[in-house]
């Protein structure tokens, strides 16, 4: 079964709002093995609807829409859609008395361009909506279903789950799995190069790289008729491409960098503390996005004037004279001093030029110094961020608080 | 003028990303008066994306195509439009030479799957890629333009900007000029009620209200041959919204609180400093991304722990026994701390619960408290942030993030 999402809205064409409708749907249709080939938004406008109806329904088994079901005059999602299909609009008795009751709960008299939403296509399926006033419906009609949706996600995502998905499952024979491999310190055409053979000579499961912010994500895929049955499948799969990503390969199944690492500290109860210059405060942040960071990571720094980092963190005026904030020296005197101040395991600190101003010849914007000290252990990384004439303040602290994440990383890994 | 946007890219249907890039394209057209009437979205498949584009030609004057400009074997986007034009790909000598000279940077050797970035159809407009390796182009064919821009969204917003928008001006005849009103502390609806009469009854300049996160943006939009005409189109309304709005309005055309305070910081020489527990390092963060912020932060602590908040920002052992460490006294004890320890006109502290875990009836996740200690000067917030059940860690902590930017802001103009 292949599937368009087609959703109607004036807002999402003017970019007022992102499709997120569109991601949930697909994603929600990926796992149940049906193959979703075209998203589609048109406006709030009956003709171009019809239109483009008429080409979801010619390529499409599933058209599943979301908006213009309101009670508002540029709601003409369903009438339009009844009108393609050659169904009278009727009174739905269950919808009226849930609309009745609706209003009735909020002491509001119901207006009459609100009964319009109980008037549903002749012998369509009616979804209730639990959150919302707009019903959702189902529209056979051959061997081509069209659902429409309400458009607020919050309604939407709930009718999906309590509603569609049982009314769906009864056409998908089965699911679809994935594993996601993440990877830093490798660019996504280094990637394929090693791996293209599987990737091209593989048809279930399947292999594909996809390149985020600095990274790149590896998915295997498979399609089968139980979940047990695909990660089965998937295991041949992963156990030949482990060795071959290995040293890129930071998790399995996790969302990011600052998730593997809080997890790891959590496992092997190692905490850690962080000195930042040019991050500025990004690494902190990211730690302490995960959720349950606490007992970790006691806290860290910001110590962007030199006076703080003599302060905070002990760096010798010297060695800010001799060597200057952006160094190696400074970096690992940070570390240290983070480490020292706060007596976590391991300190982490960057210090570095993040622009667009303050760089030279010798110590150019994008230049990052990242160190990290340990009991008996200390190292120190090199950075140039530069990714052509552009290159953001933004992404040079971005990717070099990746950079610092996946070194302590590797540094808490070695206490093994 | 009207547009379809056609993106490109498989992990869009799987639903792994949201389609922003079509947000993005959408109100940058509507800018430049280009009737944007369909998003359409197809996978790397050559013949369902060349049936698209069909489509897409019949229907739209400018089709704005998004993905599948990699060097990977999957990227297939520019030879299957190549085609569907009848053009030829030819080496383009300057994209070869930036690519070279790209890899050459970085030390890497060249793929020979990524020469093929410098191939470009016959005749057609090269845009440089500022942040990438894939130019973008745009094919002239009769009265209809086709363009096509890479997937990333970092490259295509540079690109868009410097490159597409000077092209697709020349077919132009007015230019769109606004100007963005940035509001915090008042919600879209309780703007919509106060200005109700101005947004209905203009029509050029016309007057709109955007909901952001936890903020509102009112934005004027003028049409008019020159921009100098379209700005004094734009100022009677100014004046006369102005001072509705003034209680609430934070800046005009600044992109952000943190870039409005930073700003404000520098013209009238005050520095802050930070002291965060809940937002772990994100108020930090945010104020170092603004550039030249240096001269005015001299930086900030991150203290999770409560021995941090003693060791760093000496809060009393007893203030933390009898109150905790989410209460209006630690907040305070820890904004006068900063302050002391950096020696900062102003010192910002946040402590509070983010969540999931952690809540209690009498502290619920999502209570916040922000001081601000300046000299003479003291004040503490308390925030609630709860938006239903689904009200996320991560958006506790940018919301408190923002009204304590936003407490700071309103205390450093006291000073004047």
């Given at each position: 079964?292949?599937?368009?999402?087609?959703?109607?809205?004036?807002?999402?064409?003017?970019?007022?709002?992102?499709?997120?409708?569109?991601?949930?749907?697909?994603?929600?249709?990926?796992?149940?093995?049906?193959?979703?080939?075209?998203?589609?938004?048109?406006?709030?406008?009956?003709?171009?609807?019809?239109?483009?109806?008429?080409?979801a329904v010619n390529r499409a088994d599933l058209v599943i829409m979301t908006g213009g079901l309101g009670p508002t005059y540029d709601d003409l999602s369903k009438e339009t859609v009844s009108k393609y299909f050659n169904r009278q609009m009727v009174l739905h008795q269950p919808s009226f008395e849930k609309l009745q009751e609706f209003y009735a709960l909020r002491g509001v008299k119901m207006q009459p361009n609100n009964?319009?939403?109980?008037?549903?296509?002749?012998?369509?399926?009616?979804?209730?909506?639990?959150?919302?006033?707009?019903?959702?419906?189902?529209?056979?009609?051959?061997?081509?279903?069209?659902?429409?949706?309400?458009?607020?996600?919050?309604?939407?995502?709930?009718?999906?789950?309590?509603?569609?998905?049982?009314?769906?499952?009864?056409?998908?024979?089965?699911?679809?799995?994935?594993?996601?491999?993440?990877?830093?310190?490798?660019?996504?055409?280094?990637?394929?190069?090693?791996?293209?053979?599987?990737?091209?000579?593989?048809?279930?499961?399947?292999?594909?790289?996809?390149?985020?912010?600095?990274?790149?994500?590896?998915?295997?895929?498979?399609?089968?008729?139980?979940?047990?049955?695909?990660?089965?499948?998937?295991?041949?799969?992963?156990?030949?491409?482990?060795?071959?990503?290995?040293?890129?390969?930071?998790?399995?199944?996790?969302?990011?960098?600052?998730?593997?690492?809080?997890?790891?500290?959590?496992?092997?109860?190692?905490?850690?503390?962080?000195?930042?210059?040019?991050?500025?405060?990004?690494?902190?942040?990211?730690?302490?996005?995960?959720?349950?960071?606490?007992?970790?990571?006691?806290?860290?720094?910001?110590?962007?004037?030199?006076?703080?980092?003599?302060?905070?963190?002990?760096?010798?005026?010297?060695?800010?004279?001799?060597?200057?904030?952006?160094?190696?020296?400074?970096?690992?005197?940070?570390?240290?001093?983070?480490?020292?101040?706060?007596?976590?395991?391991?300190?982490?600190?960057?210090?570095?030029?993040?622009?667009?101003?303050?760089?030279?010849?010798?110590?150019?914007?994008?230049?990052?110094?990242?160190?990290?000290?340990?009991?008996?252990?200390?190292?120190?990384?090199?950075?140039?961020?530069?990714?052509?004439?552009?290159?953001?303040?933004?992404?040079?602290?971005?990717?070099?608080?990746?950079?610092?994440?996946?070194?302590?990383?590797?540094?808490?890994?070695?206490?093994?």
């Amino acid at each position: 079964m292949n599937a368009e999402i087609l959703c109607i809205g004036t807002e999402l064409l003017l970019g007022n709002i992102v499709n997120t409708n569109a991601a949930y749907l697909s994603e929600q249709l990926a796992r149940l093995g049906i193959n979703v080939y075209h998203h589609t938004v048109v406006g709030d406008n009956a003709q171009r609807l019809q239109e483009a109806l008429q080409i979801a329904v010619n390529r499409a088994d599933l058209v599943i829409m979301t908006g213009g079901l309101g009670p508002t005059y540029d709601d003409l999602s369903k009438e339009t859609v009844s009108k393609y299909f050659n169904r009278q609009m009727v009174l739905h008795q269950p919808s009226f008395e849930k609309l009745q009751e609706f209003y009735a709960l909020r002491g509001v008299k119901m207006q009459p361009n609100n009964e319009k939403q109980a008037y549903q296509p002749e012998g369509a399926v009616v979804f209730t909506n639990h959150s919302g006033t707009a019903p959702g419906i189902a529209i056979e009609e051959g061997d081509k279903i069209a659902i429409m949706l309400p458009g607020p996600p919050r309604e939407l995502k709930l009718m999906f789950e309590s509603e569609v998905l049982p009314y769906l499952q009864k056409f998908s024979d089965h699911i679809i799995v994935s594993r996601d491999l993440r990877l830093f310190g490798i660019g996504e055409s280094q990637v394929e190069t090693m791996l293209r053979d599987i990737m091209t000579g593989s048809s279930n499961p399947t292999l594909a790289p996809y390149a985020k912010e600095g990274e790149v994500m590896l998915r295997i895929t498979a399609s089968a008729p139980t979940e047990a049955e695909g990660y089965a499948m998937m295991q041949p799969m992963m156990e030949q491409i482990q060795p071959v990503i290995e040293p890129y390969l930071y998790g399995v199944d996790v969302p990011d960098l600052q998730t593997a690492l809080v997890n790891y500290l959590l496992e092997h109860n190692i905490t850690v503390a962080t000195a930042e210059s040019c991050t500025g405060g990004l690494i902190s942040k990211s730690i302490t996005d995960v959720a349950g960071c606490s007992s970790v990571y006691p806290g860290g720094v910001c110590s962007y004037s030199n006076e703080m980092k003599m302060k905070w963190l002990d760096v010798k005026k010297e060695t800010l004279d001799a060597y200057g904030a952006v160094s190696e020296q400074t970096a690992l005197e940070m570390a240290q001093g983070i480490r020292n101040a706060t007596g976590a395991d391991f300190g982490l600190s960057t210090t570095g030029i993040a622009g667009p101003g303050g760089g030279s010849e010798e110590k150019p914007v994008g230049l990052v110094y990242m160190a990290v000290a340990g009991e008996n252990y200390q190292q120190v990384k090199k950075v140039i961020i530069r990714y052509g004439e552009q290159t953001s303040r933004e992404m040079i602290r971005q990717r070099s608080a990746k950079h610092a994440l996946h070194l302590l990383l590797q540094a808490v890994k070695t206490k093994e």
